[in-house]
């Protein structure tokens, strides 16, 4: 599922193969990948075994740390010394090094803090318009969104999409696929009811949303979740929501 975070890697062993979940002509491989807010899920593969670190960025901080750039990188992925340099290339060399993950994460920690603390802030409107599709869960209508913020509505979507990467109307549409998801996770409530909690005009409204996202139906998805690792539930990179399934290769 897509996100409303900033998921960034650093890798530790081979490169991660990102494909849209629906154009698989877009593509990238990177050891040290890093995803912003896309309309559409991302397949990333490997050979089997991973090893690193992902940290998940609230967007306002990944524009401090990477600026505009990542909303302006083709499918908004990139590879991470693409977008900071030499410095995150030697980051992962370090990381390795390092004898175990407390010593790891101190040496990430002093990497990203201070370039996060001296980047760029988001317009102050900006910000409002992002918590406000948060608070809501997505729900929260443009033209309240512009009125709020005293710009046109054109104003503030270029803002908004130059600074958070979407949109505000595609910011609530993947707002609030993940409340459905969570909200079924969560309950024995039937994808009607997710739905009907979650801003959709109808189980079918879900449903087409869901697969112009992801490329299957919620149910698929859940049952990809369930399928690909029968003794555990697959761990999702943000807490409380749901946004990865695990695919197992075929035999």
């Not at 979940?21 to 491989?29: C, E, F, K, T």
């Not at 090094?97 to 790891?104: C, F, I, L, M, T």
């Not at 112009?212 to 149910?219: D, F």
Request: glycine share 8%; proline share 7%; with cysteine.
């Amino acid at each position: 599922m897509p996100t409303d975070v900033v998921t960034l890697v650093i890798g530790l062993s081979e490169p991660l193969r990102l494909t849209d979940a629906i154009d698989d002509r877009a593509v990238l491989q990177a050891a040290s990948p890093v995803g912003g807010l896309r309309r559409t899920a991302t397949v990333a593969e490997h050979q089997g075994r991973l090893e690193g670190v992902s940290v998940s960025l609230h967007p306002a901080e990944a524009h401090r740390l990477f600026g505009p750039v990542l909303s302006e990188a083709e499918h908004h992925w990139a590879d991470l010394p693409d977008l900071l340099g030499r410095a995150a290339r030697q980051l992962a060399e370090q990381i390795a090094e390092q004898p175990d993950w407390a010593q790891r994460f101190r040496l990430l920690d002093d990497f990203l803090t201070p370039r996060i603390a001296q980047g760029p802030r988001w317009p102050a409107e900006v910000s409002w318009a992002f918590a406000e599709l948060r608070r809501s869960g997505g729900t929260a209508p443009v033209r309240d969104l512009v009125h709020g913020t005293g710009w046109s509505r054109r104003r503030l979507e270029t803002r908004f999409r130059e600074a958070v990467g979407l949109a505000p109307k595609q910011t609530g549409q993947v707002l609030r696929l993940q409340r459905a998801l969570s909200y079924h996770q969560r309950t024995t409530g039937s994808w009607a009811e997710a739905a009907a909690v979650s801003g959709f005009y109808d189980q079918a409204h879900l449903s087409n949303t869901f697969r112009a996202t992801t490329g299957c139906s919620p149910a698929e998805f859940i049952g990809h979740r369930t399928a690909a690792e029968p003794t555990a539930e697959p761990a999702d990179r943000v807490p409380d929501l749901v946004t990865s399934a695990v695919l197992r290769q075929p035999s």
